[in-house]
């Protein structure tokens, strides 16, 4: 079986990532254009795409679908944190889907498309709580409801199928149901803050 390479960053996708490197999983509806999306920030060392936060193991793309797993389309970010933060990420996050819709993203309806943030460090979790309350303060004074988004420790991650991962690569006219609500996140260093 061959070593399947990602299409940007030309390392196999399995790599281990370099000490002092950090990982988290985001949820933004359709994993497709998330992944894009990170792939383009520089200090992001590697994107994938999958499922987490369900309860079936190594579960299809269609089972995912169909709503019976509890997963939500994620995408795997591994970044430098000495060359980008994690607040940045977070900014990232927030100014690129609704994170008030609950259980959809425009069109894209049930629980796979949720808002998630799945921690893997502390400071992680810290900073992710504090931007979602000074976000959702910010979409209440524009009329939004209230943030949907859970903030969860990162639960086991399945790949989704090589023909998904870097898609918008292979097809750049592809579906992207990526939207923001056009309100500027903050970006804030939570060192700042404790």
Known sequence: ????????????MDEAAPKGFETVIFGMGCYWGVERLFWQLDGVWMTEVGFAGGHVENPSYKQVCEGSTGHAEVVRVVFDPSRISFERLLQVFWEN???TQGNRQGNDVGSQYRSVIMYTTQHQKNAAELSKADYGNRLAVEGFKAITTEIVPATPFYPAHEDHQQYLDRYPDGYCGLRGTGVQAPLTDIAEEI
């Open 97 to 99: 889907h609704n994170p």
């Open 1 to 12: 079986m061959s070593t399947v390479m990602h299409r940007i960053f030309d390392r196999p």
